[in-house]
């Protein structure tokens, strides 16, 4: 198959999943028990006035109006507004959209190179010291959850020793990146432990192909061998696993978020949902399906770019 053919039949199923998860979303919200109105007209609603918010949030119209009103505005970034605020959700997710993006984009900065780093080490020390060091502590953090690796950084760094800061209240993470120092290594211990056994696995099966062995007897270069044979092969399942562990980013950002206090979406999030304000996270899951239905197409792409075998039948 071709490059672009693969790249259109990939891009239609990723419309179609965001239009699945769109549509279940808000079936979801509206099979929740309770009714919003009730709930926002206060401890002693009058039914005036619960009718009147009922007619100001569109409750009074059918279920069906209102999937179509709302499925129209997100092309346009219009996911309604808040229950809460009166603000429309937009402005919220703007709000929050920069420090979820500067956790994010430093944590896969950092991962790629450093998952391929210990791979690439743990391969080409098979069996040997470097190799077990690196198997053991991977295997140990990735044991260890997010939420208790963070509270113990935050004991040890920020508390007890005073090294960094414990959370980013007040802070400007923007200005003050030593408050981003605790989030990024809890969000990188696991990632960095499954892609570097990836690759290193990878890495190994490509050194003992038939391609390598005969590279080798042709003369060619071990160093060339490695990083430009093995290599590029080893790091096509990786590449995948970097699109899965970006789908899990989205919700360990929410969890690591919610302890450091990071002011990104997922504080929006638990908040929105504390708050009963509906809106706001039909939008934000709407945002999160369709990063990771893109991320996962960019890694597919780049999957088939460096061993197009594996998209032949995806």
Not at 117 to 134: M, P
Not at 147 to 168: K, N, Q, S
Request: one cysteine or more; a neutral charge.
């Amino acid at each position: 198959m071709s490059p672009t053919g693969y790249a259109a039949r990939r891009l239609a199923l990723g419309a179609a999943q965001v239009l699945a998860v769109a549509t279940a979303v808000f079936l979801l919200v509206e099979a929740l028990p309770g009714d919003a109105a009730v709930a926002l007209a206060g401890d002693h609603p009058d039914p005036a006035r619960i009718e009147a918010i009922r007619a100001a949030m569109g409750l009074d119209r059918p279920a069906w109006e209102r999937f179509g009103q709302w499925l129209a505005g997100l092309p346009r970034l219009d996911f309604g507004v808040s229950l809460v605020s009166g603000r429309p959700v937009a402005e919220f997710l703007g709000d929050g959209i920069g420090p979820t993006l500067v956790l994010a984009v430093l944590t896969l900065v950092l991962l790629v190179p450093l998952s391929v780093l210990v791979g690439v080490l743990a391969a080409l020390r098979e069996g040997g010291a470097l190799d077990r060091v690196l198997t053991s502590v991977s295997v140990a953090l990735h044991s260890i959850p997010e939420f208790a690796l963070a509270v113990v950084l935050i004991a040890v760094f920020g508390v007890r020793l005073g090294w960094l800061p414990p959370t980013a209240v007040g802070a400007d993470v923007l200005a003050e990146p030593a408050v981003l120092v605790l989030p990024l290594v809890v969000l990188l211990a696991r990632p960095i432990c499954s892609i570097g056994r990836l690759v290193r696995a990878g890495m190994l099966d490509a050194l003992a192909s038939e391609h390598v062995r005969h590279a080798r007897r042709l003369g060619i270069g071990e160093a060339r061998i490695r990083f430009a044979h093995a290599l590029p092969n080893a790091l096509a399942p990786a590449v995948q696993q970097v699109a899965r562990t970006t789908d899990w980013l989205l919700g360990g950002v929410i969890v690591v978020e919610a302890v450091f206090v990071v002011p990104g979406l997922g504080t929006t999030l638990v908040d929105a949902v504390a708050g009963r304000d509906l809106p706001v996270v039909q939008g934000l899951a709407v945002v999160f399906a369709i990063t990771t239905v893109t991320v996962n197409l960019l890694a597919d792409l780049v999957a088939f770019r460096l061993a197009p075998r594996t998209g032949v039948t995806t």
